[in-house]
T-cell receptor
Framework: AQTVTQSQPEMSVQEAETVTLSCTYDTSENNYYLFWYKQPPSRQMILVIRQEAYKQQNATENRFSVNFQKAAKSFSLKISDSQLGDTAMYFCAFIPSNTGKLIFGQGTTLQVKP | DTGVSQNPRHKITKRGQNVTFRCDPISEHNRLYWYRQTLGQGPEFLTYFQNEAQLEKSRLLSDRFSAERPKGSFSTLEIQRTEQGDSAMYLC?????????????FGQGTRLTVV
């Protein structure tokens, strides 16, 4: 079975601090793609960052970076210099090779406090 | 282009009624996906189209659910004989090319409440 597990239902962080959201996944595929999506309250889901499994280098996008550990099937998201606008639900997801569908985790609700 | 558009945004229906949702993808996107999201959970895949062909359906998509994408443009998702368990947010997403790493753009969803 292909699954994604986010073990932190809720997290909070002070503005300007750093927070790390955890994600583990299970797949028998060797090539796949990993994503973090952000869903602000009552707004559509948007892509935060993506990682291709065959690339060893961790992806970064401005204040967002990932720690990808392929052997451990772990894909955590680090948010640096947290901003109030980062308050949202964050979903870890992956696409198995040669399919188009996203398999999502349960989500982590992140609250950034002023 | 204003992104992926879904209509209606909200729908309240009585149990047993049929409902239909519409999704207009970003123009030129050849892939279109439907997901269902219940409160506090991650979206679950329902089905997807490449152009007008429906390539995969989840086992979550019972016989009461049907999706179409005529002419490879907009898509409709119909639920017949709605049940209370169908209450959820229905999300549509679209993407371009066959590259799985291509970003999928999501609509704001249609929230269905079955009473």
């Amino acid at each position: 079975a292909q699954t994604v597990t986010q073990s932190q239902p809720e997290m909070s962080v002070q503005e300007a601090e750093t927070v790390t959201l955890s994600c583990t996944y299970d797949t028998s595929e060797n090539n796949y793609y990993l994503f973090w999506y952000k869903q602000p309250p009552s707004r559509q889901m948007i892509l935060v960052i993506r990682q291709e499994a065959y690339k060893q280098q961790n992806a970064t996008e401005n204040r967002f970076s990932v720690n990808f550990q392929k052997a451990a099937k772990s894909f955590s998201l680090k948010i640096s210099d947290s901003q109030l606008g980062d308050t949202a639900m964050y979903f870890c997801a992956f696409i198995p090779s040669n399919t188009g569908k996203l398999i999502f985790g349960q989500g982590t609700t992140l609250q950034v406090k002023p | 282009d204003t992104g992926v558009s879904q209509n209606p945004r909200h729908k309240i229906t009585k149990r047993g009624q049929n409902v239909t949702f519409r999704c207009d993808p970003i123009s030129e996107h050849n892939r279109l996906y439907w997901y269902r999201q219940t409160l506090g959970q991650g979206p679950e895949f329902l089905t997807y189209f490449q152009n007008e062909a429906q390539l995969e359906k989840s086992r979550l998509l019972s016989d009461r659910f049907s999706a179409e994408r005529p002419k490879g443009s907009f898509s409709t998702l119909e639920i017949q004989r709605t049940e209370q368990g169908d209450s959820a947010m229905y999300l549509c997403a679209s993407s371009f090319t066959r590259d799985p790493s291509t970003e999928a753009f999501f609509g704001q969803g249609t929230r269905l409440t079955v009473v």
